[in-house]
């Protein structure tokens, strides 16, 4: 090894689902999402903030992600700081760049946030 740099160090890749998974991560933390009901023919099996998938040719990324609106939060608001939030969280972590963020919102989360519900047993 001569230390001058100039040699091959390797290749580093970034599997797209771990790009998937930082947008769901960025959707989740942007203002005002909700939750969407899972369900597997008919099952339910709980809830999920959200749902992406991504295209990657070489180091841009192309991400979709499915979210719930709180309501009765604007819709385009919501979608504009999840678009923001994604892009933010996919080139910051990976050093990738993203071409576009599709935003489908995909229902309403009419469910009170945390801090406004009853506690239990309360009537």
């Known amino acids: 090894m001569s230390g001058d740099g100039g040699e091959e160090r390797g290749v580093t890749v970034i599997a797209d689902r771990v790009l998937a998974r930082l947008a769901e991560y960025g959707a989740r933390r942007a203002d005002a999402t909700g939750a969407m009901d899972r369900s597997v023919l008919g099952v339910p099996l709980g809830r999920r903030?959200?749902?992406?998938?991504?295209?990657?040719?070489?180091?841009?990324?192309?991400?979709?992600?499915?979210?719930?609106?709180?309501?009765?939060?604007?819709?385009?608001?919501?979608?504009?700081?999840?678009?923001?939030r994604v892009r933010h969280e996919i080139e910051d972590a990976t050093g990738y760049r993203v071409r576009q963020v599709d935003v489908v919102v995909a229902a309403l989360d009419r469910t009170p946030p945390r801090a406004e519900r009853e506690p239990a047993g309360v009537a």
Request: hydrophobic share 45%.
């Open 49 to 84: 903030a959200a749902k992406a998938s991504v295209d990657v040719q070489g180091h841009v990324a192309e991400v979709r992600v499915e979210i719930a609106v709180r309501y009765p939060e604007p819709v385009r608001r919501v979608a504009s700081g999840v678009r923001d």
